[in-house]
């Protein structure tokens, strides 16, 4: 296998991987919410702000993990 | 095949201005479509405005309201009305480009990441700034040293204070350009699996579930708006009230 072989299996490990951890994360994330939303309706606003932002941050990560893909694509061969 | 074609600059008009290139490209076309098209909407519905509002008011009403509501009151509390011309221009701006960008074979101005990099780098001088002009430069340098670390570990928590001033930015920019990229790509590729297979057979599944994607898209973007507006007023809550 040449350098752009490997590159892009990592490129494909590398946004893979990253699923698998932002996805735990998001799926927590959305869990608690729902539990703290059931727990306390009045408070769905707030949660679900909340909610969003840490989203946008768990998600980030994985969206990091996409531009080191698309750099080992583009950037090597 | 590249699937990245859509989202190369082409130049429409060829413009250098002492040396610096400011050609008219489908970013620039597209993006000052967005503009015109969210100022003549909103210039429309908010024309004679009255006490009791009828529809076409409420619905611009509607946007102050969340605007108002739940990106400042949530974000910066106390203080933060007099930031709504710049989160609203924000949000409505970011709005506006992620939409145009779902019309089929245009080009999200978003997806380039030269639009969010001038809207975080705008962004990330005016929560310097701001902090300067409220809490003075002994205030400003004091936002870098968390308090009830002891002095020992300054060295090292300094430089993380640093480097996490700098990614705030360079996250907001990676975060909007992703997704806009991300998204655009998915159906892209869903389309192109057609021309692939060149076969008629996998348009069946591959077009409604193409459908599915469009309208979560349509989600995506109100939600990266949001994500952005809000983060930057978290920002410059930050700034004007300094918890350390």
Redesign the interface.
């Known amino acids: 296998m040449d350098a752009h072989g490997f590159a892009l299996l990592s490129a494909g490990l590398a946004i893979g991987l990253a699923g698998i951890g932002t996805g735990i994360g998001v799926g927590f994330l959305v869990g608690k919410s729902v539990e703290g939303i059931a727990r306390q309706p009045e408070a769905s606003?707030?949660i679900q702000?909340v909610m969003?932002?840490g989203?946008?941050f768990t998600?980030?990560i994985a969206?990091?993990a996409?531009?080191i893909s698309f750099l080992l694509i583009f950037t090597t061969g | 095949m590249n699937i990245l074609e859509e989202f190369f600059l082409k130049v429409y008009v060829p413009i250098k201005f002492f040396g610096i290139d400011i050609s008219i490209t489908n970013l620039v076309v597209w993006m000052f479509a967005a503009t015109v098209g969210v100022f003549v909407v909103l210039f429309l519905l908010s024309r004679n405005m009255k006490i009791l509002p009828n529809k076409r008011q409420t619905f611009v009403e509607f946007i102050y309201y969340f605007i108002d509501k739940?990106i400042i009151g949530?974000a910066i509390g106390r203080g933060g009305e007099k930031w709504m011309p710049f989160l609203g221009t924000i949000f409505i701006f970011i709005f506006a480009n992620n939409i145009i960008g779902l019309i089929p074979h245009s080009y999200t101005p978003t997806s380039n990441p030269i639009v969010p990099a001038t809207l975080a780098i705008v962004v990330f001088f005016t929560i310097h700034v701001t902090n300067i002009k409220r809490n003075g430069i002994t205030g400003y340098l004091r936002s870098f040293v968390p308090r009830g670390v002891p002095i020992w570990m300054l060295p090292l928590v300094i430089p993380i204070e640093i480097i996490s001033t700098i990614a705030k930015p360079f996250?907001l920019l990676?975060?909007l350009t992703?997704?806009m990229?991300?998204g655009h790509i998915v159906i892209l590729v869903l389309i192109s699996l057609i021309l692939l297979f060149k076969s008629y057979l996998i348009a069946i599944p591959v077009l409604p579930f193409t459908v599915i994607i469009y309208i979560f898209e349509l989600f995506v973007a109100g939600?990266?708006a949001?994500?952005f507006t809000?983060?930057s007023a978290?920002y410059i809550g930050e700034a004007i009230h300094p918890r350390h």
Do not use: C, P, T
């Open positions: 606003g707030a702000g969003l932002i989203i946008g998600e980030a969206l990091y996409l531009v | 739940s949530l996250s990676v975060r992703a997704n990229l991300a939600l990266q949001y994500i809000i983060l978290v």
